[in-house]
């Protein structure tokens, strides 16, 4: 055999040791199907959730009035309800829950849907008032200097703070609201005449009031431990 045909079958050979490895790494793996009931193959994909819609469920006449309640109070505290707004609308929410008590009383202790229609449509009214009057007037100073102005700040917060525990009844807040409101009015005429400023005897004087507006703001909130409003 000649050393060119030894070459030949050398090559020969080779080839037909490295055609099956070649073979084997030109095959694309396969990917395996994730069985389905049934045995017929599904593709795999992210599960996609389903939110429930939520449901808002209407406020109950109640909850309505605390939370009207409660707007009122922080209008109050922070100085976009003046004491004579606080206090007429203090007047139309106490005159709106004597008007469900009454209804009430009619009917043995219940409401009808037409009582509740009725007081909805009101608590609208009042809703709707409470959001004008937040944004008709300026903000009330919330860092008065004087101490005249500190004590009615203090009376203020003291009120509201009432207002959202339940505490003071529609009906008290209205009337220590136009307590406070008056009070405010006396002081305002009082530096008009003098220039801007209070005389001694106007301080000591309008220190008088504030001091019996005090007392009646502790006894109101102390008057009955469960004060409905």
């Not at 406020?59 to 009122?72: A, D, E, F, P």
């Not at 007081?119 to 101490?147: C, F, G, M, T, W």
């Not at 009906?171 to 307590?179: D, V």
């Amino acid at each position: 055999m000649t050393e060119r045909m030894k070459i030949l079958m050398m090559g020969a050979t080779l080839m037909a040791l490295l055609l099956p490895v070649a073979a084997q790494n030109s095959t694309a793996p396969s990917q395996n199907p994730v069985p389905s009931q049934g045995g017929v193959p599904t593709q795999t994909s992210t599960p996609t959730q389903t939110t429930t819609p939520s449901q808002s469920t209407p406020m109950t006449i109640q909850q309505r009035k605390q939370n009207q309640q409660g707007r009122i109070a922080n209008g109050v505290a922070d100085g976009q309800l003046n004491a004579g707004q606080a206090s007429k609308l203090e007047k139309d929410e106490s005159q709106l829950n004597q008007e469900e008590k009454d209804m009430k009383a009619l009917d043995n202790g219940h409401l009808t849907s037409a009582d509740k229609a009725t007081l909805n449509r009101q608590q609208n009214q009042l809703s709707n008032q409470i959001y004008n009057q937040k944004h008709e007037a300026p903000v009330q100073n919330q860092d008065p200097k004087s101490k005249v102005g500190q004590r009615a700040e203090n009376q203020q917060d003291r009120i509201a703070n009432g207002m959202k525990s339940g505490t003071l009844s529609a009906a008290q807040s209205s009337n220590l609201e136009k307590q406070e409101a008056n009070l405010n009015q006396e002081v305002k005429a009082d530096r008009q005449a003098n220039g801007g400023k209070l005389t001694q005897q106007e301080k000591n004087q309008v220190n008088h009031q504030q001091n019996h507006l005090s007392n009646q703001i502790y006894k109101d909130k102390h008057a009955a431990k469960n004060n409905k409003k």
